[in-house]
């Protein structure tokens, strides 16, 4: 801050030297280091962001191979950062003639692209990044009291006013430019989203098409009417249920011990257990499923009810253990001095406290082991034994390529758990962030 | 996917049964013969050598359905033969309404048959029936002496009984099953009963042992921390330590599909193969290319996304925080498929482009389209741990910076970002393990293709998704368990290094 006065003052005395024009001229150039208007700060950072969305429409248009609307992508780009290279800095007045030059430019282009381009979302959306920035600079750059600073015409009062304005108008435009940035990030998450409901609802295997055009029924009447979901559900039921108990019985002491008790090997222990959620699960692929084999356990829920509970194991005690930690000490002691045994402490005092921690803990490994999808390939090869995510992919290679099914499908395996997921979201990364990440 | 039904449909428009793994080795699954014999009901028989098994013969027949077919008979003989009546009969398929029978499964019935994929309709005495308007039926043919040329053919019959195809001039099809006899021997589950026994054994030794030296040192308030830890470290033992030696041992033995239990020592001769092979460089360079770009966007991205939630005031910051969640709420390999379908040539995203480009066709688009599609998925994760540390960053630091006049980059750059490189650190470690090991993405997109040369990793195979290939689509067991081991000890050093250079050794420890 200190540097931006003193470079102001010298401007200033400079520009006093250099011209001997009077007021103005001078306050102008003290307006120029003191104040910018909000808008052309927002411009300044705005412009080299756009100018990269027309980079990525360029290498859409190089992907589609049509030329005109290449060469316009282009030209948008070049000119957004000519413009922001010449933004005005409220004392140069041909900043603002030039800024207004490029920014009526890219406005033609923009109008002339539009007219070229078919009237598709992409199309619109693409355009809109060479109008909008363009149409928003131009007028800036002409109107208002942003208008008259690119001009230099600002004087101390303008400035002064200009400087109450910012604190209002800053954050505004700044809130503007998070929620379009937001609502992109937004638009690229929902887009697999949208489509797969649309296919599930239309008719047919078609991929493309417009979104809504048709709507049926028949997807969910034959996903839902047919055997082999069923199947395929009860299996993983079966299979995500089992896991979640055997894992909270071996996860629940081994979690309390280590929040409690400081014993001979404790450090070694805990370490090993985090060592091991760092294994490559490949390592253990092929002789899981030498043992799993052997033992003729493939094709059965036990057999990958055994493998997800031990591989979940090691972050469900690391959940649970800080969980655990949350729970006061003092409790625990009180109830040992009223003469209950320590076994007793660990299941009427300490468990039912933790009771919302050991359900968050049962949600995390039910979802791990009702969504895994390499150890369930590996270890069913028949169509019976499939759990839900190997089945589901199987649909996908299938002669015709049941998309339609495959979407229905998907929607009805998905909604509950992304229900579930939303409303404990905040619980499952506070366990997360406590087993594994901190570690 | 595309490149197997081409390759079979070129030889007689059939297109054979096979196993779900045929995917890019098409070439594999066995030459199909094919015979139509002269006439109006002609159809065209298969010989399914991919699906041969021990004294069985797999044959496919694809028909026109016609309303005078009542029924199929399958003849067979030792030798060549033209007329039905120096063939046997082996069996019968009849031509009915299916809709009150039931499809049998597969391993209730000893001569398995099918139809459209799935096991046949079955009538009241167990003979298999298919529906009027089906095109086409297979069966394994049983009772087929092995490593002896048997010559097949099907005949069409009418309501009659009577052939509806010349019977003096029958071509049929060629067939042969070489598959050993693998009933017996039944698997010896003794070593791996007692190596497990073993494993147990010793960490019950192990935690006795610890428990008597805190009884020694006279820690009486931990006695019962033993015995609450010993299950899961039982457990661990047994299905982690266990199989990770086990995996080290195949490593050195000869270990492949058609061995179980008595695997051969031979040495380094697994992890020559590995070195001898052409691809091992370029899918090494791959997979850290692919992880390294992954962990590098979703930090980045991440980090974008946290920040912007995390401003004061936003408006609809749960709605936002929620949506942007859904990647990882979604499973992943919904969402992983339904990219794949976007990606397709007449999908999603070409629609919007208005093109017809297959994405995963050319080694290169198909590098970047199963990386785009990581960082899709790896995002919210980051987004939600960096967001959890940005807020439990001081808000007065904030305060006291604004007062000060720092512009908001430099509050980013000098206040939030030396600060958050405590979580940063660990989590960019965890997230590039992850993406290394990753497997659903690749395989569930392109399954390693664009296909590369027979036995190497195709272009966007990475490591993993190459062991998963060279397991348990080669059977070569004893090689990925070397390719395993390999890809261990290169995390190892990585992470090692990693730690090393970022000083964060007492961060993760």
Redesign the interface.
């Known amino acids: 801050m200190n540097g931006g006065v003193s470079e102001g003052l010298s401007g200033d005395v400079s520009g006093g030297a250099g011209s001997i024009t009077g007021g103005a001229g001078r306050t102008g150039s003290l307006a120029e280091r003191w104040y910018v208007p909000a808008e052309i700060q927002a411009l300044r950072v705005w412009i080299p962001f756009a100018a990269l969305v027309n980079l990525i429409v360029l290498a859409g248009e190089a992907l589609r191979g049509g030329g005109s609307a290449q060469l316009g992508a282009l030209g948008g780009m070049v000119l957004l950062v000519m413009l922001w290279w010449w933004l005005p800095d409220g004392r140069r007045r041909w900043r603002r003639t030039v800024g207004r030059g490029l920014a009526a430019a890219m406005l033609v282009l923009g109008a002339l692209s539009l007219l070229q381009r078919d009237a598709s979302f992409y199309d619109l959306w693409a355009t809109s990044w060479l109008v909008a920035p363009s149409a928003l600079a131009l007028y800036w750059l002409s109107a208002g009291l942003s208008g008259s600073w690119c001009a230099g015409a600002s004087d101390a009062r303008s400035a002064e006013l200009g400087l109450t304005r910012n604190r209002r108008l800053g954050p505004r435009l700044e809130t503007f430019a998070l929620h379009t940035f937001l609502l992109h990030a937004v638009a690229i998450v929902v887009a697999p989203v949208v489509w797969i409901v649309d296919v599930s609802i239309s008719p047919g295997n078609i991929l493309g098409g417009a979104i809504g055009d048709a709507f049926t029924l028949e997807h969910f009447r034959v996903v839902l009417g047919g055997e082999t979901f069923w199947l395929w559900t009860r299996n993983s039921m079966i299979v995500a249920l089992g896991t979640t108990l055997v894992g909270l019985l071996l996860a629940i002491p081994a979690g309390y011990a280590f929040s409690r008790y400081r014993f001979a090997g404790s450090k070694g222990a805990m370490f090993v257990f985090m060592l091991v959620q760092m294994f490559p699960g490949i390592i253990i692929l092929v002789p899981y499923f030498m043992v799993m084999k052997t033992l003729g356990l493939l094709n059965t829920s036990i057999g990958l009810i055994i493998a997800y509970s031990v591989t979940a194991l090691p972050l469900c005690v690391w959940m649970l253990k800080g969980f655990f930690d949350a729970v006061p000490r003092a409790l625990e002691e009180a109830a040992l001095l009223d003469g209950c045994t320590q076994v007793g402490v660990f299941f009427f005092v300490v468990l039912p406290l933790s009771l919302p921690a050991v359900a968050i803990t049962a949600l995390f490994s039910f979802l791990t082991a009702w969504n895994e999808f390499l150890l369930a390939l590996v270890f069913n090869t028949s169509n019976d034994s499939y759990t839900l995510p190997v089945g589901l992919a199987s649909m996908i290679p299938a002669t015709g390529q049941l998309w339609g099914d495959f979407a229905a499908a998907s929607i009805v395996v998905s909604i509950p758990v992304v229900v579930l997921f939303v409303l404990f979201q905040r619980a499952l990364i506070q366990g997360l962030s406590a087993g594994g990440v901190k570690g | ?1 595309r490149s197997a ?1 081409l390759a079979s449909a070129g030889v007689c428009g059939t ?1 054979a049964v096979a196993g ?1 793994r045929v ?1 890019r080795y098409a070439g594999t699954a066995g030459l199909l013969l094919c015979s139509a014999a002269a006439g109006v009901h002609a159809q065209q028989v298969s010989v399914d050598d991919a699906a041969q098994a021990y004294r069985q013969i797999h044959i496919d027949v694809d028909y026109a359905p016609d309303e005078a077919i009542a029924g199929f008979e399958i003849r067979y003989a030792s030798q060549a033969f033209e007329t039905t009546g120096d063939a046997e009969l082996h069996s019968t398929v009849r031509v009915a309404d299916t809709a009150d029978l039931e499809r049998v ?1 597969d391993d209730a019935v000893f001569e398995r048959c099918w139809s459209n ?1 799935l096991p046949i309709h079955r009538d009241g005495a167990g003979n298999p029936v298919v529906s009027p308007d089906a095109s086409n039926w297979s069966c394994a043919l049983t009772g087929m002496a092995p490593g002896v040329e048997q010559w097949i053919a099907v005949v069409t019959v009418g309501a009659d009984g009577a052939p509806l195809v010349d019977p003096e001039r029958l071509q049929p099809v060629v067939g042969r099953t070489d598959v050993p006899d693998e009933r017996t021997p039944p ?3 003794r070593p ?2 007692f190596a497990l026994g073993m494993v147990i054994l010793s960490a019950i030794v ?2 006795a042992f ?2 008597w ?2 009884a020694r ?1 006279g ?1 009486s ?2 006695r ?6 010993a ?3 039982i ?2 033992a047994t ?2 330590f266990y ?2 030696l ?2 080290m041992w ?1 490593a050195f033995t000869n ?1 492949d599909q058609s061995r ?2 008595d695997e051969a020592w031979i040495g380094l001769a697994n992890f020559a193969a590995v070195f001898a092979s052409s691809g091992l460089w370029r899918v090494t360079l791959f997979t850290f290319v692919w992880a390294v770009s992954n962990v590098f966007a979703h930090v980045f991205l991440g980090l974008v ?1 946290a920040v ?2 995390n ?1 004061r005031g ?2 609809g910051r749960t709605v ?1 925080r ?14 992983v ?6 990606l ?1 040539p ?3 995203a ?6 017809a ?1 297959d994405f995963f066709a050319g080694a290169g688009s198909a590098r970047v389209v199963v990386i785009l599609v990581n960082i ?1 998925l790896g995002v919210p994760f980051m987004m ?2 960096l967001s ?1 540390a940005l807020q439990a960053l001081p808000s007065n630091m904030y305060e006291a910076a604004e007062i ?2 720092v512009s908001r980059w430099d509050q980013f750059r000098y206040l939030t970002f030396p600060n958050l490189k405590g ?1 940063l650190v ?2 960019s470690l ?1 997230s590039f ?1 992850w993406t ?2 990753s ?2 993405t690749i ?2 997109l392109t399954r390693g293709n664009p296909y590369v040369g027979f036995g190497e990793p195709g272009a966007t195979d990475t ?2 998704t190459h ?2 290939a060279v ?2 689509e080669y059977g070569r ?1 004893g090689v ?2 070397a390719w ?2 390999l ?2 000890l290169m ?1 190892i050093g990585f ?1 090692w290094l990693y730690l090393r250079r970022t000083g964060a050794m007492e961060a ?2």
């Open positions: 996917m039904a297109v779900r995917a499964p994929g698997p010896d589950t791996v009963l192990l935690l610890l428990r030296q805190d040192r820690r308030k931990s019962l921390a033993h015995i609450y830890v299950p899961a470290l457990a661990l299905l982690t199989p990770i086990y995996g195949l270990a179980l239990g996304l912007a939630l401003r936003l408006r936002y929620t949506i942007l969640l859904l990647p990882w709420a979604i499973p992943g390999y919904i969402s498929l339904a990219w794949n379908g976007m397709q007449d999908g999603l070409n629609a919007l482009l208005g093109t480009i899709w939600m741990v959890g000060d006049g979580t660990p989590v965890l393990i290394f090991n497997f659903n395989y569930l490591l993993i062991v998963f397991a348990f067991y990925a368990a395993s081991v890809i261990f995390l992470s993760a420890t």
